[in-house]
């Protein structure tokens, strides 16, 4: 998915994770070339562990709804399965601060469902993770995006759909 949605770009750019957990995602791109990696973790655990694995990258924690971070900074900001667990009342904070932050584009692959879904039982809790068709909410909040490509990939054991997209400012 990385290769086929931001393959092509320079891989001198800044980018930065939100919700990193413990950096697989980062690692990902760091094996592709990618070099100016940032992350932010709400969990101090997830943090240390992250710079563990991740050496030579930029790891913090934070909220992705007050992102330390000025106006334009990265390049590319991306969330990887981070906004289903933003509660559906305050999704626009994070959805903004993620758009503040980038200079050109936003990436992300997520839960996905039309409507908006709480996920059951998710870890063993209710109301903690909902899908929903995220790419439509950026462009409710932000209809000047450019969305330069989405896919929606179907789960082999079930119908459930995960959506990648990509937009540019």
């Given at each position: 998915?990385?290769?086929?949605?931001?393959?092509?770009?320079?891989?001198?750019?800044?980018?930065?994770?939100?919700?990193?957990?413990?950096?697989?995602?980062?690692?990902?791109?760091?094996?592709?070339?990618?070099?100016?990696?940032?992350?932010?973790?709400?969990?101090?655990?997830?943090?240390?562990?992250?710079?563990?694995?991740?050496?030579?990258?930029?790891?913090?924690?934070?909220t992705?709804?007050?992102?330390?971070?000025?106006?334009?900074?990265?390049?590319?900001?991306?969330?990887?399965?981070?906004?289903?667990?933003?509660?559906?009342?305050?999704?626009?904070?994070?959805?903004?601060?993620i758009?503040?932050?980038?200079?050109?584009?936003?990436?992300?692959?997520?839960?996905?469902a039309?409507?908006?879904?709480?996920?059951?039982?998710?870890?063993?809790?209710?109301?903690?993770?909902?899908?929903?068709?995220?790419?439509?909410i950026?462009?409710?909040?932000?209809?000047?995006?450019?969305?330069?490509?989405?896919?929606?990939?179907?789960?082999?054991?079930?119908?459930?759909?995960?959506?990648?997209?990509?937009?540019?400012?």
């Amino acid at each position: 998915m990385n290769e086929e949605f931001i393959g092509n770009l320079d891989r001198d750019i800044k980018i930065l994770e939100v919700g990193c957990n413990i950096g697989m995602q980062l690692v990902n791109l760091y094996e592709m070339g990618f070099r100016n990696l940032y992350g932010i973790e709400l969990q101090s655990n997830a943090v240390e562990l992250a710079k563990q694995k991740t050496k030579g990258m930029n790891i913090i924690q934070g909220t992705a709804y007050d992102i330390p971070f000025k106006d334009g900074y990265f390049d590319l900001v991306f969330t990887s399965r981070v906004l289903i667990h933003m509660n559906p009342d305050v999704i626009s904070k994070a959805i903004s601060e993620i758009v503040r932050c980038s200079k050109e584009y936003i990436y992300g692959n997520e839960y996905y469902a039309d409507e908006l879904t709480e996920i059951k039982n998710y870890h063993g809790q209710n109301n903690i993770a909902w899908k929903r068709n995220f790419p439509q909410i950026f462009l409710d909040i932000f209809p000047d995006l450019k969305l330069l490509k989405e896919k929606k990939y179907k789960y082999t054991f079930n119908d459930d759909l995960d959506t990648t997209y990509l937009f540019k400012k």
